[in-house]
């Protein structure tokens, strides 16, 4: 928390500003519309209810308001758990009920309350609770918790989840309380009066139930009581004694309340285990332990499933019964002796409304019960006695007229019962503890706890108390969590003298209300102080005065020690008057009232009798006068340093030590008019030195703090002062402390400066203190409570000063603490540690000289921890050691206190030393935990975030496991920043490298750690849709102007603009495919009006034109639909907008309309209903497969026309093509085909089926069957299935079981394809079609399983197919369609032998499916033309194009892309020279050359599908120009006559879809070109079918605008095939060989491979260079290729890495031969990946050949590059925000800057080697150096922490160094800005050595050293040249004669050889030899 609000607490406790507390919700309820309405509905004075001013007093408001109205208001606070990461914002949550009314609100102290969530229900609300339930994951094992508000009604319990589902549970009996749990709701069951009475050794009902989600079962508990005999006691809880008080979550535990023994127990609550589970169901025993075996407990599931429905009022007044009529008989074991006496037997309870249902099955899915019971009417009119009568009917239905049935019989009804199977239990209660009953309590004395809660102490033990308030008692139980997390042990109880108490969680404390109406806080058991509210008239003085038998001594009482029961039961008996006792009730009786009247404090002075709703560290306290007030307790500190230091005394300290600092420090900072928060620090210290024997009064630096703070014990309250100045009061008081008194303190001098920090001590107290006074009063106080730990203490102390060294915004607080340490150093003669603060803070420490005695004798008492060595650790020594590659001791530290040390200590150990385990197995080489004295409180903290980072290692390099690592324990840029620069420069260089090439795979969180935006922007998961704020803007091609209005209605309106004009920049062809594919305007008819020709036959021509036309038109659609596919993202809350089919022409000159439907010609009926079809379809497909889309949005866009059904038929087809047709609830689909209209029939069997593909899903299946005769029984009913509705359901079977081999479906479908024409006209019209579905159906089954169809081998397919193909004669017909094809057809005589005519087709792609890429060359063969004229006679043209394609896709491996391989596909007859003697037909041959090259071609378009192979490409367009060829001399004929314009038409289409095939995705220009020739070809023979063909050919070529491509897969294929089947219709309703729906499924080969890059900060698209890397394949080697994206990839199977390739744009890999699957997310979401330009680099669209770029200016004058950077020119360059204005503002001179012009050039250079280099991250670093150089030299140093920084620097650099040149290029600090600095240092320090080399030698003599700016010089020269402390080891150094000698004596000490060269001199001493040896040493060991 921040000091501000820390302020205000303050002032709040001191300065009596109490808030007055009035739960929001009531002011809220007032407003609510429903409160007047609930005061009309009670007609009560209810307006007391609401107006709670507290003026009234107690007794009238409550004589005013009826008792109910007072209770129905309930409400309770929590701790707000918001998911706010950033700040943790403080805020409470309350939940109110009153009423009906149910009220969430959200305020904190900053703000003020306001509704979340209100709630209103229908009946009276009897509790509201917050309950968490956990829904288990549908993929992996985590569960995700649902927040949800429960709120219980008399009959159901309503469930509202914060996302907004609600959920009803009824509840099958009446509940008397709800707890919520972890696992969800414990129900306690209201027991009926007459049960408890009476008990009969029948099995008791279970009276808790559990419900872990709101959509389960309500299930019993078992219960596990601890006994004598462990676990055979499993049982349900049943005990109707037992009362649950207080459950928890965790540590999962329920407290429990036996009323007949009168003692509490706690128990574990968990999941059941399996034997448990068993055991229960197996034999619930009763009481008594007789077994009832399976029945009763099936009985109990019966009965509570049939009272699921007694709730519903009507089923209990059916039967008009009261409970005495319903006949009664015993069931279950003879031991029921009770049979005939009476019918209270208490079997099981049950109600009348059973008698209704016996026989009627019982509902047991929650949705049928939530149907079952009605929410919306009243809680049931019957009372709650006859409601549960209390024995279980089960009577014959004969039972009614009283008769008593015998007893046989009703246990045999009664066991036909259906649903037998029991409810199986979820939860287990298991008992860990309960109270003891000693004998001096009374059975009458123990009653209830009204309180329960969890505490824990300051040391973190933990209580579970319970307050039982007839005792006034809090009894506290310790609890400890054992190491299986479920057991808890209770090792200690102790009782606390309280009437009320509440706990402070964010204090660990509890706040306890004592009898005597003061308030007390307490630590666990551990009494701390009173707690002082002002305003409130203590009750010490006024209750004491007036009631003198009060002042029992509770005070000595208020120790655990002697708080023994015996004297507090003393206590209760006689000490407490009982009207106290009775404050609590809100009923109290007048006479009562009477009685607290006499005494005069009642109506003057309030006081506090009830304390509520703790969240957090404040309480609410309620008041005798009603009013409630809500204070805050103050915290245990709020300075970051002070809490730090307690945490550290905490850990070491043992346990009963720790408690005594803390109390003591609690009571001192918190005193009333306590200290501002800055002197906290001074307060500590005092407080901490005294506790440890210190006089601080007689310390120089500590009477300093000693004035501001006095360190006294408070008894009396005292008022904030006004000011911290202190006044003369404040004196007085003082002197008359106790306090003062006992340490007869001497005056104190004048008041001294506070903040010690400063560097001098003011002059005149100088003197004073440096005339010491007699040592005897600076001797250490040995009795002093932590004198014996001072070792301890000061070694945690010095860790926690080195943690905060490493942590640039905590530094500054490290110079408070290195005074507290230096005084406990000196004292414990560590000269070690003295010396090593003072290198740290030369100008402070030389202030400090004190140093206190330590008797010998005592310093045996003091414990000496084995840690504490005279070799002080240093943080920064161990790293710079690591950095040298020295040896290292391992370096201790604090778990969880020093988190830094350990991420830094470790990340050194991976990165530098680079041992990979350094962070898993190997911790202990390089930390050693501290271990506190008590073992139990050293715990690891949880690791944070661990498990989300899968770290694999060894593959990775060292950086890149670093980077990884620290991420995963929540280390951030922003962390990274708080670390000093010398010591995060490893860490930056190692996220440097990881930057350069990162894994494509990381986590955002690690992408985010190493500055690539490009890739934490992928990690989000957006589309180019979303981010739709940017589109249009910024594209160099301007689509041409058009209104406003074309653009919504053609449909096409919404491909993404900017992709395209990046795509296709240099023409405008998407406009163009839109002009082509356009069907919403009306067509232009042009035809010249011939002067012969009459006005009349002249209206004639142009209606025939527009016919002509309007075939085209009609054919348009399906084109369309492929080129939005899935382009549009639907909003939810407005219909699908469809262009309509217009149909009209207008006749130039004059633009007249020319209609249809005007008479004068003959159109076909039914014309449009197709095309409109197609073109629902066609904006079905626009919707994207990632849009919001649910049941109830589709529904809404059913047209309210009938002629727009076809449409809508349409878009439910296209919704299940894109996969959102799964949403539609079954409700709609059954409604749908119960219409009987046969396009939506079809529409929705292909849709549903498509969207389930190969999911073999039983539902659709079932769905699918209905539509086909031969999958439904031989006996039913015959359906009357429109034809092509069969044949839609026909291939709905193929897709649902795409490729799964079924063989039941596989035999149907086999059988269908040859289904011989029926009797009855059936079967007879358009069977091609049929045989042709059933066909590809088989095919799709069986898809590419080849000959390994597994258990197919009887049904012979292949051989089948074949027959079907060749012709044959007919096989009978198997099993069960035998039936059906008895009589022959009496139209079509077919005799015995297959019609080839019909099965061919079919039966031939078939084959090419099943044994698709199998490569069977024996299959293949089949299907190979014939190879003689005879033979080729027999065969239909059209019949060798299936077959050439067929064999083609079989020998999937042969196929290549040349023309040499098209024509090897015609027999050899028809190529060589043909002998005119022969008699052949020419035509014949002409027609089959045609189709077998139209085959061939086809086959090689899928082969390529989606490549882009221009070899493929090359070959076709070969062909399709050959066609066009011979059609252009159509009028010379004689080719032409022999083929036939129609053949040569089809083969051109067919050339034209397998050249769009190819380029599919691409828009190719040549291909569009061929596509808008036949666009305009309307005339002659040019039909509907050739139109569909073309312009398909034009959707697949800009497939989704360019974004999708066709895949290659064998499912893919099978749709392609189904799609393009070389058969198309002649006119718009001709179904006959070739379903026209089935056109569509081509979308089902689409797959999204367009990669788009995006500039991660303009968000734009934008181009980038990408290298695609081919793995290797029999037919080339591995290969890589450039391209320039946005661009089309290969398919992902074929590639091996796609890489962004640099220079413009950070690289960026994606290594595809691990896995997928990143690369297809990013795909699926628009292709969108991001990318990031390097500093200094332009984007491909401003620069294209790369001239203008930072580097590139630089090139040609290498040594002025410099120079010619100007600073201005950065922001094209970077677009960082903080290099831009650092540029601003140090780079330009101004007119204050004019004399500092060389740093300002330095400054430039620093700037432009971070754009160059790509770092700018390092810029702060370069600033720190210079800054501490600067300062150096000029020697106004004050600590030497940067001289620290610039050592690990440059030994981080020469050991990059050393590693050689070829390391160099990864490094950071390349330049030669770093050797400048470092010679800059040396110099200064040289210098500096030169004039003052006495000042070292004195050092290192050990003498005093004097305080002026020399000893900090020296200090630095020390620490930068690594020179251990000398004071011991001096002697030995100084004698060396020689430099040899010097050498072989400091090997030990580890000084660096460069360093010792400097001290030679010194050491050596002459001073001729000194200049010699520096002059060769200097320039030699520099560098």
Not at 489 to 500: G, N, Q, R, Y
Request: proline share 6%; glycine share 6%; aromatic share 8%.
């Amino acid at each position: 928390m921040s000091e501000v609000v820390y302020e205000e607490t303050a002032t709040m406790i001191a300065a009596g500003e109490l808030q007055p507390f009035v739960p929001f919700g009531r002011e809220h309820c007032r407003n609510h519309p429903n409160a007047f309405n609930l005061q009309l509905r009670e007609l009560q004075p209810a307006s007391e209810l609401w107006s709670s001013d507290g003026a009234a007093g107690l007794v009238g408001s409550l004589q005013e308001v009826s008792l109910q109205e007072r209770e129905r208001e309930c409400w309770q606070l929590r701790k707000g758990c918001a998911g706010v990461k950033e700040e943790d914002v403080e805020f409470e949550e309350e939940l109110y009920a009153a009423g009906n009314m149910v009220v969430w609100s959200k305020g904190s102290r900053e703000q003020a309350s306001s509704v979340y969530k209100a709630f209103t229900v229908d009946s009276t609300v009897q509790q509201a609770l917050w309950c968490n339930f956990a829904v288990p994951h549908k993929n992996n094992a985590v569960e995700d918790l649902e927040h949800t508000v429960c709120i219980v009604q008399s009959s159901c319990i309503n469930v509202h989840t914060v996302t907004g589902k609600d959920f009803i549970s009824p509840l099958p009996f009446q509940v008397s309380n709800v707890w919520a749990t972890e696992f969800g709701l414990l129900l306690e069951r209201k027991n009926t009066a007459n049960e408890t009475q009476l008990s009969s050794p029948g099995d008791p009902l279970p009276t808790v139930f559990s419900m872990l989600h709101p959509l389960d079962e309500i299930a019993p508990v078992v219960c596990k009581p601890s006994g004598l005999f462990e676990g055979s006691c499993v049982q349900y809880a049943s005990d109707s004694t037992m009362k649950i008080v207080f459950t928890c979550c965790q540590p999962s535990i329920v407290v429990s309340y036996d009323s007949v023994q009168g003692t509490h127990s706690v128990w574990a609550l968990r999941r059941v285990t399996h034997n448990e589970r068993s055991k229960v169901l197996r034999c619930p025993t009763d009481p008594v332990g007789t077994p009832l075996g399976m029945m009763s407990s099936s009985f109990l599931t019966s009965h509570l499933r049939n009272m699921s429905r007694l709730d519903s009022p009507g089923s209990g007044g059916a039967t008009g019964l009261g409970p005495g009529t319903g006949t009664s008989c015993a069931v279950g074991s003879p031991l029921h002796y009770s049979v005939l006496h009476s019918h209270q037997n208490r079997t099981m309870t049950s109600s009348p409304g059973i008698h209704s249902r016996v026989h009627s099955p019982s509902i047991s899915n929650m949705a049928a019960l939530s149907r079952a019971h009605s929410p919306g009417m009243a809680a049931p009119s019957f009372s709650g006695a006859s409601r549960f009568s209390t024995s279980f009917h089960s009577p014959s239905p004969r039972g009614h007229h009283g008769l008593l049935p015998s007893f046989n019989s009703t246990v045999n009804e009664t066991m036909l019962m259906p649903e037998m199977e029991p409810i199986i239990p979820d939860l287990c209660m298991e008992q860990l503890w309960s109270e003891t009953i000693t004998a001096g309590f009374h059975r009458e004395m123990s009653s209830q706890a009204s309180k329960v809660f969890l505490t824990s102490d300051f040391c973190e033990n933990r209580y579970l108390c319970f307050l039982v308030e007839s005792h006034q008692q809090l009894r506290c139980v310790k609890f400890i969590e054992s190491n299986d997390t479920t057991q808890l042990i209770f090792p200690s109880v102790t009782t606390i003298p309280a009437k009320d108490a509440e706990p402070l969680q964010n204090i660990d404390a509890m706040l306890v209300l004592e009898a005597s109406g003061s308030l007390v806080l307490y630590t666990g058991i551990t009494r701390v102080s009173k707690v002082f509210v002002p305003g409130l008239l203590s009750p010490s003085f006024s209750l004491t005065n007036h009631l003198p038998h009060f002042s029992v001594p509770v005070e000595n009482v208020s120790t655990p020690a002697n708080a023994g029961s015996r004297h507090i039961q003393r206590l209760d008996e006689d000490g407490m008057p009982s009207p106290v006792s009775e404050l609590r009730c809100p009923n109290i009786k007048r006479h009562d009232a009477s009685l607290l009247e006499d005494y005069t404090f009642q109506h003057t002075v309030p006081y506090i009798h009830a304390l509520r709703d703790p969240v957090c560290s404040q309480v609410t306290l309620e008041l005798s006068s009603g009013t409630m007030l809500r204070i805050s307790v103050p915290e245990l500190a709020t300075s970051d340093l002070v809490r730090k230091c307690l945490q550290a005394v905490r850990f070491i300290l043992p346990k009963e030590a720790a408690m005594k600092v803390l109390v003591k420090w609690y009571n001192i900072y918190n005193a009333p008019g306590g200290p501002s928060a800055h002197a906290e620090w001074n307060l500590f210290v005092t407080c901490f030195l005294t506790l440890m024997g210190y006089n601080t009064e007689r310390l120089a630096w500590t009477r300093q703090l000693h004035f501001e703070v006095p360190l006294s014990p408070v008894i009396a309250a005292k008022k904030a002062r006004p000011s911290d100045g202190g006044s003369d009061e404040d004196w007085d008081y003082l002197v008359a402390s106790h306090y003062h008194r006992q340490m007869s303190s001497q005056p104190v001098f004048g008041s001294v400066e506070s903040s010690f920090t400063n560097k001098t001590i003011p002059t005149d107290t100088d003197g004073l203190f440096s005339a010491s006074p007699s040592n005897a009063s600076l001797k250490l106080d040995s009795s002093a409570p932590l004198f014996p730990h001072i070792p301890a203490l000061f070694y945690v102390l010095h860790l926690l000063y080195q943690e905060l060294q490493l942590d640039e915004l905590h530094r500054a607080r490290a110079s408070s603490l290195v005074c507290l340490l230096q005084q406990l150093a000196r004292d414990l003669h560590l000269e070690e540690f003295v010396d090593l603060y003072w290198r740290d803070y030369p100008a402070l420490m030389s202030c400090f000289s004190e140093s206190c005695i330590i008797d010998q004798a005592l310093i045996g008492q003091m414990q000496r921890p084995s840690f504490l060595t005279s070799e002080p650790p240093c943080v920064f020594s161990w790293l710079s050691r690591c950095l040298r590659g020295e040896e290292n001791p391992p370096f201790p530290y604090l778990p969880g206190i020093c988190q830094s040390t350990r991420l830094l200590v470790l990340s050194y150990a991976l990165y530098i030393i680079g041992d990979e385990n350094a962070t898993s197995t190997d911790v202990s080489k390089y930390l050693v935990k501290v271990s506190a004295v008590q073992k139990s409180r050293v715990s690891e903290p949880p690791p944070r975030r661990q498990s989300s980072v899968k770290v694999k290692f060894s593959s990775k390099s060292l950086a890149e496991q670093l980077v990884v690592w620290l991420t995963s324990e929540g280390f951030t840029l922003k962390d990274l920043e708080s670390v000093p620069f010398g010591v995060a420069l490893p860490i930056r260089e190692a996220i440097y490298r990881c930057r350069e090439q990162p894994c494509s795979d990381w986590l955002e969180e690690v992408c985010l750690l190493i500055g690539r935006q490009d890739l934490t922007k992928q990690a989000h998961k957006t589309t180019l849709a979303k981010s739709k704020a940017s589109v249009g803007s910024g594209l160099s091609l301007k689509p041409p102007a058009t209104t406003e209005a074309d653009e919504e209605e053609d449909g096409m309106s919404d491909i993404i603009q900017e992709v395209t004009g990046l795509i296709w920049s240099q023409d405008l062809r998407v406009q163009e495919v839109r002009r082509l594919l356009q069907s919403s305007r009306p067509v232009r008819v042009s035809v010249v009006q011939l002067p012969e020709v009459s006005d009349h036959e002249y209206i004639e021509e142009k209606e025939n034109k527009l016919l002509q036309l309007c075939q085209r038109t009609m054919a348009l659609p399906v084109g369309r639909g492929l080129f939005t596919l899935f382009s549009y993202h639907p909003v939810p809350t407005e219909p699908l907008p469809v262009p309509k089919l217009n149909l009209t022409g207008r006749a130039p000159p004059r633009n007249t309309t020319v209609d249809l439907n005007s008479g004068n010609i003959d159109v076909p009926p039914n014309m449009t209903s197709w095309p409109s079809f197609h073109n629902g379809v066609a904006a079905g497909l626009k919707i994207a497969p990632a849009s919001q889309v649910d049941s109830a949005w589709i529904a809404y866009n059913k047209p309210k026309s009938p002629e727009l059904a076809n449409e809508y038929a349409g878009f439910l087809m296209a919704l299940g093509l894109n996969g959102h047709l799964t949403k539609l609830a079954t409700l709609n689909i059954h409604d749908y085909l119960t219409k009987g209209h046969e396009m939506t029939s079809i529409g929705l069997l292909l849709g549903v089926s498509s969207a389930k593909l190969g999911s073999m899903d039983m539902s659709i299946t079932r769905l699918l069957s209905i539509h086909i005769p031969a999958l439904l029984p031989p006996t039913s009913t015959e359906l009357d299935v429109p034809h092509n509705v069969q044949v839609a359901a026909v291939i709905g079977i193929g897709l649902v079981y795409q490729g799964t081999g079924h063989r039941h479906n596989a035999e149907v479908l086999l059988s269908e394809i040859g289904r011989p024409p029926g009797p009855e006209m059936e079967y007879c019209t358009d069977r091609e079609s049929y045989s042709l579905a059933a066909g590809l159906a088989l095919g799709m089954v069986c898809l590419g399983h080849g000959s390994n169809l597994i258990g197919m081998t009887d049904l012979n397919v292949p051989e089948q197919l074949y027959q079907y193909m060749v012709g044959g004669h007919r096989r009978a017909q198997a099993g069960a369609s035998r039936e059906r094809h008895k009589s022959p057809s009496y139209q079509i005589k077919e005799g015995d032998t297959i019609n080839v005519d019909v099965t061919c087709p079919g039966a031939t792609l078939a084959l090419a499916m099943i044994y698709l890429k199998t490569n069977n060359g024996s299959i293949a063969d089949w299907l190979k033309p014939p190879d003689t004229w005879f033979l080729l006679d027999f065969i239909k043209p059209e019949f060798l194009l299936l077959r050439t394609l067929a064999r083609c896709i079989i020998m999937w491996d042969e196929i290549l892309p040349n023309t040499e391989w098209v024509k090897s596909n015609i027999p050899q007859i028809m190529r060589g020279n043909f002998d005119p003697s022969e008699d052949f037909n020419m035509e014949a041959m002409a027609q089959a050359q045609d189709y077998i090259t139209a085959g061939a071609c086809l086959a090689l378009g899928l082969r390529f599908a989606g490549s882009a192979n221009s070899d493929a490409f090359d070959c076709l367009y070969e062909f399709a120009m050959t066609f066009m060829k011979i059609m252009s001399f159509a009028g010379t004929g004689a080719v032409v006559a022999q083929t036939g314009y129609y053949n040569l038409q089809t083969g051109l289409s067919m050339i034209l879809l397998a050249m769009s095939m190819v380029m599919s995705g691409t828009g190719n220009l040549k291909v569009l070109q061929l596509c808008r020739f036949l666009h305009k070809r309307t005339g002659g023979e040019m039909n509907y079918g050739f139109h569909m063909a073309h312009h398909m050919a034009l959707g697949l070529l800009f497939l989704g605008g360019g974004r999708y491509t066709l895949s290659t897969s064998n499912s893919a294929i099978a749709a392609l095939l189904c799609a393009l089947y070389p058969h198309f219709p002649a006119h718009s309703t001709d179904n006959r060989y070739h379903l026209q729906a089935l056109r569509h499924l081509a979308v089902l080969a689409a797959e999204p491979r367009l990669l788009v890059p995006v500039d991660v900060d303009s968000l734009k698209p934008c181009y980038a260079l990408l290298e695609v890397t081919y793995k290797g394949t029999k037919w080339y080697n591995e290969t890589t290729v450039e391209l320039m994206a946005p661009t089309m990839l290969p398919e992902l199977h074929l590639l091996k890495r796609v890489k962004v390739k640099g220079p413009r744009y950070w690289e960026l890999s994606i290594d595809l031969s691990k896995e997928t699957h990143h690369l297809k997310s990013i795909l699926s979401r628009d292709g969108v990946l991001y990318v990031k330009l390097r500093a200094g680099q332009l984007p491909y669209k401003d620069d294209p050949q790369g001239w203008k770029s930072l580097l590139a200016t630089t090139v040609n004058h290498r040594n002025s590059g410099v120079r010619a950077f100007k600073p201005e020119a950065i922001s094209t360059f970077t677009s960082e925000p903080a290099l831009i204005s650092f540029a601003e503002f140090f780079c330009k001179t101004t007119d204050g800057t004019k004399h500092r012009e060389d740093t300002l050039v330095l400054f430039s250079v620093m700037l432009y080697e971070c754009v160059t280099q790509e770092c700018p991250e390092i810029m702060p670093t370069y600033i720190a150096i210079e800054q501490a150089v600067g300062a150096l030299c000029r020697s106004d140093l004050q600590e030497t922490f940067s001289l620290w920084q610039l050592r690990l620097v440059v030994e981080m650099w020469e050991s990059r160094m050393l590693r050689g040149p070829a390391n160099r290029h990864d490094t950071l600090l390349t330049s030669e800005f770093l050797p400048v600095m470092k010679n800059a240092v040396d110099v200064a320090l040289d210098k500096w050595l030169r004039d003052n080399s006495s000042v070292l030698r004195s050092y290192m003599r050990g003498e005093i050293l004097s305080k002026d700016a020399q000893s900090i010089m020296l200090a630095c020269f020390l620490v930068y040249h690594s020179i251990p402390c000398l004071k011991n080891t001096h002697t030995q150094l100084e004698g060396c004669s020689s430099f040899g000698d010097l050498l072989s004596r400091s090997s030990q000490l580890g000084i660096p050889l460069r360093d010792l060269l400097r001290l030679a001199p010194v050491l050596l001493g002459s001073a001729c030899g000194s200049q010699t040896l520096l002059g060769f040493s200097l320039p030699a060991f520099s560098s």
